[in-house]
C-alpha cells in the first residue's frame, strides 16, 4: 500500500477532530493542532501522491508523514497518560503510533515501489 493512501484520509480525519473539538467544547487548541497537523499531512500526502504519478519517491514528504505521527503520538500519548481519557487523546495517540510504524517501514523498504511494465 502506498503512503498516500494512508495519510490524506489520516489528515482528514485530524482536521474533522480539530473543527469538532472547537465545535463542541469551544476548544481552540484542537482546532489549531487538529487542523494544523491534518493539513500537514494532507500536503505531505498530496506530494507523495504527484511524486507517485512521476514514478518517483518523495522521501521529503514521507519523512514529513513520519516525524508528523511520531510528534502526535507522543503528545496525545502523554495527555493521554495524564487524563486517562480513550476520546480523542487515546484514539489519536493509537492511530498516530499506528500509523508511524506504517511510514517507518515505508522507510525501510524504499517508499512507494511501481508496478512492473507489462508489454
Not at 480539530?18 to 476548544?27: D, T
Not at 487542523?35 to 514529513?64: D, P, Q, R
Not at 510528534?71 to 496525545?76: D, E, G
Not at 495527555?79 to 517507518?104: D, E, H, N, W
Request: proline letters at 3%; a positive charge; hydrophobic letters at 45%.
Amino acid at each position: 500500500m502506498h503512503d498516500f493512501c494512508f495519510t490524506i484520509p489520516y489528515g482528514l480525519i485530524l482536521v474533522a477532530g480539530g473543527v469538532i473539538g472547537y465545535w463542541r467544547k469551544g476548544s481552540t487548541a484542537s482546532l489549531a493542532g487538529g487542523v494544523g497537523t491534518g493539513l500537514v499531512l494532507i500536503l505531505a500526502g498530496y506530494l507523495s501522491l504527484k511524486a507517485f504519478e512521476k514514478k518517483k519517491n518523495s522521501y521529503f514528504a514521507l519523512v514529513l508523514e513520519t516525524v508528523t505521527a511520531a510528534v502526535l503520538t507522543w503528545i496525545m500519548g502523554q495527555r493521554y497518560y495524564q487524563t486517562s481519557k480513550v476520546m480523542p487523546a487515546g484514539i489519536v495517540a493509537g492511530i498516530s503510533a499506528l500509523m508511524t510504524g506504517f511510514y517507518l517501514y515505508k522507510i525501510a523498504t524504499g517508499g512507494n515501489h511501481f508496478p512492473l511494465k507489462t508489454e
